[in-house]
């Protein structure tokens, strides 16, 4: 590297990339860009001012198969590890899987939607809310939220695991699919409400998952809402747990939601027909089942291993016995926002059409991911929900920072941490929601390869290798996010 430096081929190679991407940036059309405005016809603000005078709960649920029935005839792209990796058969479905929660205070619904995908664009589900609410189907709606499970398993919705990294690897007539399968399965949560009771526990996920990135530092809880309805029918569960649904490895050529279908499998069992939710948190740095290194080269291994990891989240969703009951009170509100983006690779294929997300450029010709962030609570102070559109790094819901000494930048970490900002009793983060904008990384261990940033992976002084920059909108993105949601949250009347 000394010799690198010495010939100047990182300055070099920094200043060809930033000339090429200047002359590209030069012949994109103007066209391509957008603003917040034409952007948020569809996003719902939700609440201007929060209130806990709910009379009581109603909620629904419904889901929709979205694998394609010509998945054996048809080319479709499993998402998550390589590109040119075409599914060959199906192990278990993709869903997706929507809940309607009302306290009946007059002010309207709100929907949770998981997607059994590795994730899915804010343009995208701009295009599912336009279905639900033109279809007229859900009066005075005020939040409509959508997430992916990020499943390693599924149909590329994103486009980055085509053919090769240039090429699309999203299918057209599957993705329109998608779309009308996931509003349908909202309106039909609408219509499926019924009246009952709403409670929430927690259990330790101890040691079933683990963290790969320094510092050692996760949400170890695992959240389960569980609604009661009021005529005996089947119960629905909303889980939340931090971790990569991976546990099929990088070898895979199945189509599954992973882990959580077997997890669903468990409780099911146990309860007789209970509905199921799975929505993911904060995954960032990186959490993941324990035994990945075992499966990621072992196809046949992470064949046992998702349904045994599976088994094992279900049994402990089961065994929650600390539930409370919670108050008939929802409140959410909703921000747009723009994330500047230095991760130049993601501008390239975004260019090229192979991401979609909707991008704004200033004046200064600087480069921005137009996306949102929210917050929700339920009961009267009980549950703070923050909604993040991408993998955040759990230290920044905590804010237990690696120290100046152990970061990779030598600083320190100067953030507003998520748990700083609600005044709930229990908090947890829903990852992957309303968009996927990759790792969102505390820019004082934000590290990048010195001559080929975000392209090539870094290794930093300490042997620390730093992949996740390469999947991340750049060293600005916490510092946004987070600004964002403290804002939106100071903003509640």
Not at 38 to 55: A, H, I, P, R, V
Not at 61 to 70: G, H, I, N, S, Y
Not at 373 to 388: C, D
Request: include cysteine; glycine fraction near 8%.
């Amino acid at each position: 590297m000394e010799f690198l430096r010495f010939l100047k081929l990182p300055n070099l190679m920094r200043g060809i990339i930033s000339g090429l991407l200047s002359l590209i940036i030069l012949f994109v059309p103007v066209s391509i860009y957008t603003n917040i405005e034409d952007t948020s016809e569809y996003m719902l603000t939700g609440d201007e001012t929060f209130s806990y005078n709910g009379k009581k709960w109603t909620v629904g649920f419904a889901k929709e198969v979205l694998t394609p029935d010509d998945i054996n005839e048809e080319t479709y792209y499993i998402a998550g590890y390589n590109t040119n990796n075409p599914a060959k058969s199906v192990l278990d479905d993709m869903y997706a899987k929507a809940t309607y929660l009302d306290d009946n205070s007059g002010r309207g619904g709100v929907i949770i939607c998981a997607i059994d995908c590795v994730g899915i664009s804010r343009k995208d589900i701009n295009d599912i809310r336009k279905i639900v609410i033109e279809s007229g189907k859900i009066p005075d709606i005020k939040s409509i939220n959508i997430c992916a499970t990020h499943t390693h398993s599924a149909i590329d919705t994103q486009g980055l695991w085509g053919k090769n990294f240039l090429s699309d690897g999203k299918n057209l007539e599957f993705m329109n699919s998608l779309k009308e399968k996931t509003a349908k399965a909202i309106i039909s949560a609408y219509e499926a409400r019924k009246d009952g009771a709403l409670y929430f526990g927690t259990a330790e996920t101890e040691n079933l998952l683990i963290d790969t990135r320094a510092p050692i530092e996760f949400d170890s809880n695992l959240t389960r809402i569980r609604f009661d309805p009021a005529d005996g029918s089947d119960d629905t569960y909303i889980v939340n747990v931090a971790c990569h649904a991976e546990c099929l490895g990088a070898r895979t050529t199945v189509v599954s939601a992973d882990f959580p279908a077997y997890m669903e499998k468990e409780i099911v069992e146990q309860t007789g027909g209970a509905n199921v939710v799975f929505i993911n948190g904060a995954i960032g740095g990186l959490i993941t089942c324990e035994k990945l290194d075992d499966v990621l080269r072992n196809f046949e291994l992470g064949l046992e291993y998702v349904k045994e990891f599976g088994k094992d989240m279900g049994e402990l969703v089961m065994s929650v016995n600390n539930e409370i009951a919670l108050q008939p009170a929802i409140n959410v509100k909703t921000k747009a926002i723009e994330i500047k983006c230095d991760n130049i690779a993601l501008m390239l294929v975004r260019f090229l059409g192979v991401l979609n997300n909707d991008i704004s450029r200033d004046e200064n010709k600087n480069i921005s991911i137009i996306s949102e962030v929210s917050y929700m609570e339920l009961g009267n102070k009980q549950i703070g929900i923050y909604m993040i559109p991408g993998e955040l790094s759990p230290e920044l819901e905590s804010g237990k920072f690696l120290s100046a000494e152990e970061s990779a930048n030598g600083t320190e970490a100067d953030y507003k941490s998520l748990s700083e900002m609600s005044q709930c009793k229990h908090n947890f983060v829903i990852g992957l929601c309303n968009d996927e904008l990759g790792y969102i990384i505390p820019e004082n261990d934000f590290y990048l390869h010195e001559w080929f940033p975000y392209f090539n992976n870094s290794v930093d002084e300490s042997g620390r290798k730093h992949y996740e920059e390469t999947n991340s909108l750049g060293p600005q993105a916490a510092g946004t996010i987070l600004d964002a949601m403290d804002e939106l949250i100071s903003s509640v009347e």
